[in-house]
């Protein structure tokens, strides 16, 4: 039996809806929702969830996204009246009792009967701004290096809103979520050094790695 880290709030799922955003028609599934009950994880995604753009959302790295409350509660304390409700951010799985930031790649979560694997932190499209009403959210969202996690899909399977989560196996890089964030703009030749060492890092994190060695050693 693994280590308990925490329990999932609420089980997100929404499907593409078009919007208008600043004269133009745009499709998006931030849109998510609470579910009740078992819902069922299927090897690609979440009963009733889609990504409206597969280009850059949703795929065999970026399967399940995660937010904790924890991190809402800290949005909610650095912006008096706005409330920060589950599933705003578009998170598939709403998060207590876990820092995200501090989950290593690869580490594997045990949720109801389904299997997860941290994958990558969450770098936000224009869309965020759209669901917040506010285009300026997105810079505030990387400013604040609350990312969240994106996850592989191991084991298919059953979670909910309820279940604890269970890590079943750690690997021992210690390569964080946090150190994937910290790469994006500035970061040491070492950090990306030790990125691009990783088979378990994803193609489009080791692409942002390559591009910053690339412009310290310019």
């Known amino acids: ?3 308990t880290l925490g329990q999932v709030v609420s089980v997100n799922a929404g499907m593409p809806r078009t919007v208008e955003w600043y004269g133009r028609q745009v499709s ?3 849109w998510k929702a609470p579910v009740d009950g078992p819902i069922e994880l299927g090897a690609e995604r979440l009963a009733g969830d889609d990504s409206a753009d597969l280009r850059v959302h949703g795929g ?15 949005w909610a304390e650095v912006t ?9 951010f578009g998170e598939n799985l709403t998060t207590e009792g876990i820092e995200l930031a501090e989950a290593v790649l690869g580490e594997r979560w045990q949720i109801g009967s389904t299997v997860l694997e941290v994958s990558q932190p969450r770098f936000p499209c224009f869309k965020l701004g759209i669901r917040m009403g506010d285009a300026a959210f997105v810079d505030r969202f990387d400013e604040a290096r609350r990312s969240g996690a ?3 899909i191991v084991r298919p399977g059953r979670l ?3 279940d604890d989560i269970v890590r079943s196996s750690l690997p021992d890089h210690g390569m964080r979520v946090a150190d994937i964030v910290a790469s994006k703009d500035g970061a040491p030749a070492e950090l990306l050094e030790r990125i691009l060492a990783l088979d378990v890092v994803t193609d489009n994190m080791r692409t942002l790695a390559t591009r910053g060695l690339a412009k310290l050693r310019s």
């Open 150 to 152: 994106y996850f592989r």
């Open 1 to 3: 039996m693994g280590e």
């Open 160 to 162: 909910q809103a309820g």
């Open 60 to 74: 065999p790295d970026k399967a399940v996204y995660a937010y904790s409350v924890e991190d809402y509660r800290w």
């Open 80 to 88: 008096p009246g706005t409330e920060f409700p589950p599933a705003l």
């Open 28 to 30: 998006t599934a931030i």
